[in-house]
């Protein structure tokens, strides 16, 4: 009988993708990342229980590009400083990707508020430009221009926040309590620019990141860098808590309530 290629997928088979996924070689992409303050009112707004405020209210926008061969990949991120417990990192708000491969281990896996969407990130000699926009919207637009090379940094660790949730058959709200994920990113950086520009927030309904308003930009910079990602389950939150922050993962939140679909229906 001919391979049915939804039937089961042996041990062997198995165990030969575990080990690709575990022996990527280093992955070099190009990005523009824009840091600034914004409003702490705001910023600590956004971010659900039991993360806090970081001591700065900072934003942190990035944009990419990774050259694959024959799939070029655009990965982008607006995220918010926070801190959990004794750890600092960043919570992001909205993950556009280009490609779809991109997006869904992410989010099944991880809990990372990865959308689709377009990422921009381009160079015409010192002059940078890069945007992420979803739905006819550049809702971040970076603008400058490169003035200085920078040493590149030692290999740095970062922390990310997410909340990886199931909603509920019911449309009750979650299936189980919500889980609090802490995702290392351990980064490696080649080449390094400072960018003299500007950060232009665009209004738009399903990614209002015009709320976190630039008031002082802390740095912008154009640089090659490479990251791998462990995550880690550190603990459970309340369902009720987070269910106040369930718009930000959906462009229309209605989805997570519709409830179990009519009878007959596929």
Same mark, same amino acid.
């Given at each position: 009988m001919a391979r049915v290629r939804y039937g089961a997928r042996t041990e062997a088979e198995i165990a030969a993708s575990r080990a690709r996924s575990s022996s990527l070689p280093d992955i070099w992409s190009t990005g523009v990342v824009a840091v600034w303050e914004s409003d702490p009112d705001v910023v600590a707004a956004v971010l659900p229980p039991p993360l806090k405020p &970081?001591?700065?209210?900072?934003? !942190? &926008? &990035?944009?990419? !590009?990774? /050259?694959?061969? *024959?799939?070029?990949?655009g990965a982008g991120s607006v995220a918010v400083a926070a801190r959990h417990g004794g750890v600092d990192g960043w919570y992001p708000l909205i993950m556009p990707m280009t490609h779809e491969r991109a997006l869904t281990g992410g989010r099944e896996v991880f809990g990372e508020p990865k959308k689709l969407g377009e990422v921009t990130?381009? !160079? /015409? *000699?010192?002059v940078v430009r890069a945007s992420l926009a979803r739905h006819g919207i550049a809702f971040v637009e970076v603008r400058g221009a490169v003035d200085r090379e920078l040493p590149p940094p030692a290999p740095a660790r970062r922390t990310d926040f997410y909340f990886k949730f199931l909603p509920a058959v019911d449309g009750s709200g979650f299936e189980d309590d919500p889980v609090l994920v802490h995702c290392t990113r351990n980064e490696k950086v080649r080449t390094l620019e400072h960018v003299t520009g500007d950060v232009v927030l665009r209004e738009s309904m399903f990614d209002p990141v015009a709320d976190l308003a630039v008031r002082r930009i802390v740095e912008i910079t154009i640089g090659e860098k490479t990251t791998d990602q462990q995550g880690r389950a550190v603990e459970r939150v309340s369902a #009720? &808590?987070?269910?106040?922050?369930l718009h930000q993962r959906y /462009? /229309?939140? #209605? #989805?997570a309530f519709d409830g179990p679909p009519p009878e007959g229906s596929a």
């Open positions: &970081a001591e700065r209210p900072l934003v !942190r &926008a &990035a944009m990419s !590009r990774v /050259d694959l061969t *024959g799939h070029p990949l990130v381009e !160079r /015409d *000699g010192l #009720q &808590a987070l269910l106040p922050y /462009d /229309d939140p #209605q #989805q």
